[in-house]
Structures are given as C-alpha cells and as structure tokens.
C-alpha cells in the first residue's frame, strides 16, 4: 500500500494523492495546478497519473485546485467513477465547463499570438467543453455519514468537511494481504461559525491524518471585523465616486460575499443608489445551487430563508451574463461593487475590471480569499507597485484590502482544534495543501501541542502506508533544480557581445539607434522588475 503526493506537496493547488491499494490503483482528488508558468506547466505533465490506470477517483469538493484536471484525464483516456455528494456534482457539472471553456478561449488566444510571430505548432486547449461533458457522466453521488467500497477491501466514508457546499473529508479503510490501514483526508477544512455552510466534522480517529495547511500560519479575524472591514472599503470608494473590485471565487465565496451585502444593506450600511454587479456566469449559476441544498446551510442561514429572506438578493443587484454585459459595467458612470471571478485574477473577467480601475487612486481591490504563490492576486497583496493586465504594465493606485475573515479555511488555531480529536500514541499526521512557511509553523504548534512530529511531502514523494505500530516509510523523489549558473552565465555572455556592438551603434543612423534604445530600455526594465522581487 502507498500514496504518491502529484500535488498541493508544499503548495496550495493541484490536490492530488494517487494510491495503491487491494490490487487497485485510485485517486483523492485531481485538482489543476495555479500559479506562475513552471507550476501550471504541471498540467500538461500527466504521464505519472497514467489515466487509463486510475480504478476510480474520490472528490473532496469541487474546487478548481481540486477537481480541474479530471477533464484532462478524460481526455487522455480515463472513464472509471469519480464519487463525491450529490451538492459537489451539480457544482462540477457548470465549474468544469467554465474551465474547459476557459481552456478554450486560451488556447484560441495563444494560437493568434503564434500566428502573429510567425509561429507554428501552438499549445492546444488543455481540455474542450466536451471532455468536460463526458467527465459529468461519470460522477456516482455518495451521502455523508453512509459507507461504500468502491472496491473490495476499500471502504470509504463522507463526513462534512464544512469548506463548501458539499465539500467532505474522507475516511478511508483499506484491508489489504492481512494489514488494515485507516486513513483521513481533510480535504479542505472549513472555519467554525462559517457564513452559510455548516460546521467541519471530526471523522472517528485513524492511523493517517493527511491534513491541509492553508493557515497554518496565522488566524483569521472575527467575521464581524471582516464585514466591517467590507463596509470601510465601500464607503471610502463609495465617497470617492469609484467602483469596489472584488476577486471573488465562483463557488462559496461570492455567495458569502452577497450574504454579508445583504447584512449590510439590513444594517443601512450599503448605499441605496450604489449597484452590485455579479459579474461572473460561473457565480450566477453557482448560487442557484446553493438555493436549491439550503438543506446543508447553517441554522442562521436557515432562519433568514424561513422568514422569507433570500439571503443571496439585494435590491440593486444586477446579473451579468454575456460579454456585453460585462464590457458595459466599465462604462457605468460613478461608483459600484463588482464582484467577478477569478478569486486569484489569473483568469477570467475579472482582470478586465483591474484593468480599468487598479490605476485609480479612489477604486478599492478588495481580496477575500487565498492568493496563491505565483499568481496576479499574491503580487498586488504584496504590495507591488505595477501589475501586468493583457500584456501591459498597469500602475497600483487603488486601495488594496485583504479580508482574510471570509476565508472558507480553517485558520491556525482551527486547525488544531480539529485535529486535537483524531490524536493518539501512533497517529502519523502528513501536511499537505500549504505553502512552506504555513506548515513549517503548523508542524511546530502540532509538535508542541500533541507531541507529534508531522511529515511534510515534497511533489512526487512516495509514502509507505503502514498500520499505526510501524513507522513511516518513504521515498522521496529528487527535487529539480534552476540552473542559475547557466543563465547567469548566458546574460554574461550577451552583456559581452552587446558592449562590443555598441562601438559601432554611433555610426548607425539615427533612427536605428532609437530603435536599439528603446529596446535596451525595456530590458533595463525587466531586469529591475526581476530584482524587485529577489
């Protein structure tokens, strides 16, 4: 029995843990990976996960990061069950074929770059929206609390993992060649007293916890501060007579975000002639999945649905569904709330609107999610200066807010809190989903709180999946490494072959040598935009 880590190994995407057991190979997730070129070239390197080879796939949840490469699979071949709640297949029905569609529109972009430089032989759509219709036909829906073996030997368990709706943590019961090995994994784990969903479960205790790290590093605030904090940013924006961008995830976080609209504008804390465009197809159908599983809401959620409140209308809200209507937002006269999808503003409409607004001094970005290493959102949290939107470089003059109180995960002391159940003597924590500096913490607070020592996977490693008396065995994959001797070593090189042109540059015509400044120029604006960030 073993579990290979093909991804969120020391990162937050790309949730992926392939395992071999009872004859039978299957995957927990099988999420995209995010975040800058090197990394996201990881979609296309699908040869280790062997599609044709995977028995069956469970889901967590229906997260991009965690379920967008299933597609991609399909495309290469694979055509088994992927199992997870029925809440979690209606949302991957529509997040999918946004993503493939997404996909698509890349690739046309890309081919038209090509075709512009003279280029052939352009990357292809990473998956169509018909791999993503096939993929749908697949899902086999499971319930909480009620076990199924998706082979024998394999006995599998959902418990609500409280992050989104439908989102579960997975206890899995392996009985292979005489050893039983019990396994849970977190999937990812929801914050207590959350806005709409219920509270995170605890599975009963396990050999393995592989637990996600997201947070490990700090807390959240209360959500009463975090809503404040939205209210600050409308009003200043709102005075300044510019708009409020909101990088929203499609799925559980721009319901939260008209939740807490619809609070405000209760409270009289939203302004009655400022209008609030969910600016994201995705969204738009997204919410009314959530209408129709009110079921899985809380009971705070469920009390304003019992008094006749939509918790998700506002009385200026405005729907925005094709592309004309996106484009006609940024020529709305005076201030607004948009909110629009991607989370991480790598993608989608969202971009067009920091186009417009990021540069003005009165516009509010306001971030309530996770910004992943690599990705647009992570520069601007980090307070770069300049952004590049569609190829030009665009000033940072807007107000940026982060709110990590809307966060659907667990933050450090959560974290913990869940974990302190499933401990005992030879319980074997794994720490996946985070970056370095999260579960480096994260091991620390578990190694002084529980006397345990987690183990923190890189991309590729192999875990031996051992009962709780023996100890952990594993294999890890050497790491590759930038060849900074070379490259450093190349620039050398052309800055030598440059300087010995430049001797003749004052013969050339004056046109040409403005030609060769202006070039000259951009590189010297490259190469302090790249040490900027050394």
Not at 86 to 97: G, H, P, V
Not at 404 to 430: E, M, R, T, Y
């Amino acid at each position: 029995m073993k579990v290979q880590f093909l991804g969120a190994a020391q990162t937050v995407t790309g949730s992926c843990y392939m395992l071999e057991a009872c004859g039978k190979r299957f995957c927990v997730d099988c999420g995209m990976h995010q975040g800058n070129k090197a990394i996201e070239k990881r979609n296309r390197e699908t040869e280790v996960y062997r599609p044709t080879d995977i028995d069956f796939v469970l889901l967590t949840h229906a997260h991009i990061d965690h379920s967008g490469l299933l597609p991609r699979m399909v495309r290469e071949g694979y055509s088994n069950p992927v199992y997870c709640t029925r809440a979690t297949s209606e949302l991957l029905d529509i997040m999918l074929q946004d993503s493939a569609h997404i996909q698509e529109m890349e690739a046309q972009w890309e081919a038209r770059k090509y075709q512009r430089r003279g280029l052939s032989n352009p990357p292809d759509a990473l998956y169509t929206t018909e791999d993503a219709q096939k993929t749908s036909t697949l899902f086999h829906t499971v319930d909480y609390h009620t076990p199924f073996e998706p082979a024998p030997g394999i006995r599998v368990v959902y418990y609500d993992a409280g992050h989104i709706l439908g989102s579960g943590t997975l206890r899995i019961e392996i009985n292979d060649n005489g050893k039983t090995v019990s396994l849970i994994f977190s999937g990812d784990i929801g914050r207590p007293q959350s806005l709409i969903v219920r509270d995170p479960e605890n599975p009963p205790k396990a050999d393995y916890v592989f637990m996600e790290s997201t947070y490990g590093d700090r807390d959240h605030k209360s959500k009463e501060v975090s809503v404040d904090e939205l209210a600050q940013a409308i009003a200043y924006s709102y005075g300044k007579g510019e708009k409020v961008i909101i990088p929203a995830f499609a799925v559980e976080r721009a319901q939260e975000v008209l939740y807490c609209l619809h609070a405000l504008n209760r409270e009289g804390k939203l302004p009655e002639d400022m209008p609030v465009f969910v600016d994201s197809p995705l969204a738009i159908r997204a919410t009314k999945v959530f209408e129709q599983h009110c079921n899985l809401f809380d009971d705070d959620a469920k009390d304003l649905l019992c008094n006749g409140e939509n918790p998700f209308s506002l009385p200026n809200l405005r729907y925005t569904l094709s592309v004309e209507e996106s484009r006609a937002i940024n020529d709305h006269k005076g201030p607004a709330i948009i909110i629009s999808a991607s989370g991480m503003c790598n993608a989608g409409r969202v971009r067009h609107h920091l186009r417009h607004n990021i540069w003005k001094p009165g516009a509010s970005i306001v971030f309530v999610g996770y910004q992943a290493m690599g990705t647009p959102g992570r520069s601007i949290v980090n307070k770069a200066k300049k952004i590049t939107l569609f190829g030009e470089d665009t000033e940072i003059a807007a107000r940026i807010v982060t709110i990590n109180g809307f966060s659907a995960h667990a933050g450090q002391s959560q974290l913990q809190d869940w974990l302190a159940p499933l401990v005992h003597d030879k319980v074997k924590v794994v720490l996946v989903h985070g970056d370095n500096g999260a579960q480096a913490t994260l091991a620390g607070l578990i190694q002084q709180r529980f006397g345990v020592t987690p183990f923190i996977p890189v991309h590729h490693e192999e875990l031996q999946l051992t009962p709780a008396d023996e100890p952990v065995r594993h294999t890890a994959p050497a790491q590759p490494r930038v060849n900074w001797d070379f490259l450093t070593g190349e620039l050398e090189r052309k800055w030598g072959m440059l300087k010995t042109k430049m001797d003749s540059m004052h013969a050339r015509p004056w046109v040409e040598q403005t030609d060769v400044q202006e070039a000259l120029e951009k590189l010297d604006y490259a190469l302090t935009r790249t040490l900027s960030r050394m």
